[in-house]
């Protein structure tokens, strides 16, 4: 899987064992690392695109790990809950994006929040 210093940052952030929630997946990489490295076994991983939630079912596949992550084809927390997760990562998109995904819901969010905005 390809990595950068950003993904290492944020995978070094989450603590061991927490349920996790990667927000805009892309291709999972983010998920995959944190499952393989064993950190989170409880990793969900969502998409809206069409064509990088494709990739990222693929890398899960090609990992093995299609069984063990949760992929999930949702605009923001459409279909998703935020209070499930302790952890939530937006990261790799616009600043007004993470907004707008983070003003979807009318709940305060109990999750620690970890947000990269490109």
Do not use: C, W
Request: without cysteine; charged residues 25%; proline residues 3%.
């Amino acid at each position: 899987m390809a990595q950068t210093k950003r993904f290492e940052t944020i995978i070094n952030l989450i603590r061991k064992n927490e349920r996790v929630i990667d927000v805009g997946t892309d291709h999972a990489i983010i998920p995959i690392e944190l499952y393989k490295r064993n950190i989170s076994t409880n990793v969900t991983a969502s998409e809206v695109v069409e064509g990088p939630f494709n990739i990222a079912l693929n890398n899960l596949k090609k990992e093995g790990l299609e069984q063990k992550i949760k992929l999930i084809l949702s605009d923001g927390f459409e279909r998703i809950s935020p209070r499930q997760f302790d952890t939530i990562i937006i990261a790799g998109m616009g600043g007004q994006l993470i907004t707008k995904i983070l003003s979807q819901k009318k709940t305060k969010f109990r999750a620690r929040l970890i947000l990269h905005p490109t």
